[in-house]
């Protein structure tokens, strides 16, 4: 090959991170933000924690600085603007709903990771009245939930591990696959869980690293109430999925 070959080469450009697929992107089932910074970080072989202190934050203070709940774009000559027409509401306690700390996450990885389909992973800002006109009821759930049949059910047939976004609405009791209850105390050690921490990793308790797919012993008391009247819990999950994909079909047309 000659010198003046190269020129003609397309080479595309080349993310500093693995440029990650997201799972179920466009569907109600589309995975959520911390389950794609924990498989993003455990394919660097690194804790989520570290991948946000040493990549994500640094690079989103490349762009952006924050003061109070104003985000500023910082200018290729140092100088700050405030982005005010950019939403930018306070900080949640679940990454996976879309604020302060969610944007500060998904604009980082963005030139990160060089995709542009990571917006997805949140549940939007307009998501509340949706929601709560599709199920008459609040958002989002304070501690994580999953479901042990769907793990083990990506275990048996080698599929990506991941926990989809609908999982952290507070109005998703119940699996639509296996009508079962979502579990939310990890089967070893029987502690509940923040829906983050900077050590996790999808499918395993971030108290002591079990895995997560199979049942507690006991049922509690609100488990079996999901359970004996599952279908009225199938109505709303089903209701929430249809939000899911109402949201799907607003960002596809914006
Ligand atoms: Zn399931
Ligand atoms: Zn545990």
Known sequence: MFP????????????????????????????GLISYICR??????????????????PCFRKSYSISGNIAYRVQDDGATVSISSFRTPQYRKNLNEYGLLAWQYLEGLKPLTL??????????????????????????????AWCPDCFQAWLVDEHPLYEPLFWSVAAVTICPFHYK????????CDKIQRPFSARMYVARCSQCSAWLNIYKKDTSKIELAVATE??????????????FKLWNHLSATH
């Open 40 to 57: 993003l970080a455990e394919a660097h072989c690194v804790s989520p924690g570290v991948l946000i202190k040493q990549e994500i934050l």
């Open 115 to 144: 995709r542009e389909d990571l917006q997805a992973l949140v549940i939007p800002p307009d998501a509340n009245k949706i929601l709560q006109d599709h199920t008459g009821k609040t958002l989002i759930r304070e501690f994580r």
């Open 4 to 31: 003046e070959d190269l020129d003609l080469l397309h080479i595309p450009k080349r993310s500093r991170l693995y440029c990650l697929e997201p799972i179920a992107v466009a569907t109600p089932y589309v995975e």
């Open 230 to 243: 599952a279908e009225g819990h199938l109505r709303v999950v089903r209701q929430v999925l249809e939000a």
């Open 181 to 188: 209850p979502l579990q939310s105390r990890c089967p070893y």
